[in-house]
């Protein structure tokens, strides 16, 4: 179990550092910021101060070295645009994304199991053919494109649900409903392909030959042995949503993380683009090892 | 004597094997359909931009946001017009060229690549196999579309950089599905006796394992269109990926934005562009998945049989 965490934290750490390397890099090719956030009649002298101050003067390698010792120490430095520690914005916006993940995937998670398992039971039934049509929509449908028909439905031309924000319930419904759908269909048949091979396991035969009724044999007996590969699915999903909400926090103008990282590429805050980027890393690296344990809990037969 | 003239008859009563494909498409209407609309999208991505570039192009703004359904308009206004009263349609179908040009060029990229590496890492030693596996651990771990859109912002967005992009995000697919398969074909007994006759390494990996694992690697690439084709839509409507004056699907679906409380038309058709081909190709490699696998096909061929 050690040995297979170091594993897992090297793993991580050489794709950490490749990912600070690259956008670091990256981001520094593409220009001086210095034009950026002075105005055009700045005088030559106001343009060195600012390199100065904020280090922009030096090589981009030693550049590189003193973000690498701040990082170490957890100091990601200070946000040109927002006048505070870049951290700052990153946590706000990562709690909201957090939190819209997790109701997210918690619906998921019970939508998709209930309808799975009820897939599975009848194939080729009418459960089976709903569960197929989600999943087809799910692989198929560009979410940006049903979250702009769902505004004009529902906000322009109902007026039953706020375009963006969060307010209040009615404001998470949309990006919630439009986040659903791709992991729903993907989850679906993870669940109804494992839950058939659950199902027609000797186990099951056994409970069914003893007499025990369906509702039981799906929920108790399936279910609890056709949910492990459910589980690895729904941990790359959460974090699909955690770094690739993107474009629904961008539309319904949600403060997640998303939506900041993508401000401050548009705005070159080269600090809030790179604390963002670490905390979600990292984020998604306790989030996979918390589904390695989670996997180890609950199948016995896996030792690592 | 008798035993090959019976067994010529045999030979010529197995149809041919394009034609069998045919009919197993024919018998499942939906991937029939499907493989249909594909084909409609591929020649109007072949020669839509030829013949209707003037068309597209014009803008005539007395017909801004034309409304669609107007059927005493010439046909390419039927789907209305935009903002600057280009035909909609004629727009959809120039647009058709900048999806397929990138979502084929990165799919193709990425299985190329991808299949070389698996193979590599699946045939040859250990020490390989190490390095590209943990290759392709990092590019897993990296957020793809962020990876993309950070990408965008820093090279100037162009079909060719757009390629680059989505096809390494999508490499680590095809790496290691080619690698486990490799590793389980390469113990068969064709391969061991392919080796122990002597053929080199190359011929067996191009002559016995790659037609094996193909028909796999097949199906993941048609998957995988529809998800690139999702992915540069959405990165096209961020506004990171083709710029204008080019035009993708995905472009137009965000163009459309700004008029959608008085023309829904503008990113309603694109977006169903966008959504009928991703279901197309989600619905063919579905059936791909049963015509090209040996143990499965049989249920396509009862089926014809039992129709015709």
């Not at chain 1, 905390?279 to 030792?303: K, S, W």
């Not at chain 2, 019976?6 to 197993?24: C, E, F, G, N």
């Not at chain 2, 060029?105 to 196999?129: D, N």
Request: glycine share 6%; charged share 15%.
């Amino acid at each position: 179990m050690k040995k297979f965490l170091w594993k897992r934290a090297v793993a991580s750490a050489i794709s950490l550092i490749c990912l600070i390397i690259l956008v670091f890099f990256l981001s520094r090719l593409t220009g001086d910021p210095t034009d950026l956030f002075l105005p055009e009649t700045a005088t030559q002298e106001a343009r060195d101060n600012y390199r100065r101050v904020h280090g922009l003067d030096q090589p981009l390698v030693s550049q590189f070295f003193r973000y690498v010792t701040d990082l170490v120490q957890l100091n990601f430095g200070e946000s040109v645009r927002r006048a505070e520690p870049a951290i700052d914005p990153v946590l706000r916006g990562f709690a909201w994304t957090l939190q819209l993940a997790t109701v997210t995937m918690a619906l998921v998670t019970l939508a998709a199991i209930t309808l799975g398992s009820l897939a599975a039971f009848h194939v080729g039934g009418f459960f089976d053919r709903v569960a197929t049509f989600f999943s087809l929509m799910g692989a198929s449908a560009p979410d940006f494109w049903i979250a702009i028909i769902a505004i004009v439905v529902f906000s322009v031309g109902l007026g039953w649900l706020p375009t963006s924000g969060t307010g209040s319930v009615w404001h998470w419904i949309m990006p919630v409903a439009v986040l659903f759908i791709r992991p729903f269909g993907l989850i679906l048949q993870v669940v109804r392909g494992s839950m058939i091979t659950a199902l027609n396991s000797a186990y099951v035969k056994t409970a069914r030959a003893k007499g025990v009724e369906n509702r039981p044999i799906i929920f108790v007996h399936a279910l609890r042995n056709a949910l492990l590969p459910v589980i690895t699915v729904i941990g790359d999903q959460t974090a699909a949503i955690l770094n690739g909400a993107v474009i629904v926090e961008t539309i319904f103008g949600f403060p997640g993380v998303g939506k900041l990282m993508i401000d401050s590429i548009l705005q070159r805050d080269f600090n809030v683009i790179l604390a963002a980027i670490m905390v979600t890393a990292f984020a998604i690296f306790i989030l996979n090892i918390m589904i390695d344990l989670l996997y180890a809990v609950l199948d016995p037969r896996i030792r690592y | 004597m008798e035993m090959a003239e019976q067994k010529t008859a045999i030979v010529a009563d197995a149809p041919h094997p394009v034609a069998q494909t045919l009919r197993m498409l024919w018998r499942d209407k939906f991937a029939l359909a499907a493989a249909v609309f594909l084909l409609i999208v591929l020649l109007s991505a072949l020669f839509g931009p030829a013949l209707l570039e003037g068309v597209a192009t014009k803008t005539n703004l007395r017909g801004r946001n034309a409304p669609p359904f107007d059927f005493s308009q010439p046909w390419y206004l039927w789907l209305g017009g935009d903002a600057l009263g280009r035909p909609l349609l004629a727009r959809i179908i120039v647009a058709a060229q900048n999806t397929m040009a990138v979502a084929v060029g990165a799919v193709l990229c990425s299985l190329a690549i991808g299949t070389t590496l698996g193979m590599i890492a699946g045939y040859t030693s250990r020490m390989a196999s190490q390095v590209i596996m943990r290759l392709a651990d990092v590019i897993m771990s990296f957020p793809s579309l962020l990876l993309a859109v950070i990408v965008l912002y820093m090279l100037p967005p162009s079909v060719f950089n757009l390629i680059i992009v989505l096809a390494i995000t999508r490499i680590p697919v095809y790496l290691r599905t080619s690698r486990a398969e490799v590793l389980e074909v390469r113990e068969r007994m064709f391969v061991q006796a392919a080796k122990v006759m002597g053929a080199s390494s190359g011929r067996i990996i191009f002559r016995h394992l790659l037609p094996v694992i193909l028909p796999t690697l097949v199906t993941i690439a048609t998957l995988d269109f529809a998800l690139v084709v999702l992915v540069e839509s959405a990165l096209s409507f961020l506004g990171i990926g083709i710029q204008p004056p080019e035009i993708t699907w995905g472009l137009m679906v965000s163009q459309g934005r700004a008029y959608l409380t008085t023309a829904w038309w503008l990113s309603f058709w694109p977006g169903l562009a966008i959504i009928l081909t991703t279901l197309s190709l989600n619905l063919l490699a579905n059936w791909l998945r049963t015509a090209l696998d040996p143990v499965q096909r049989w249920r396509l061929e009862i089926a014809v049989k039992k129709n015709g």
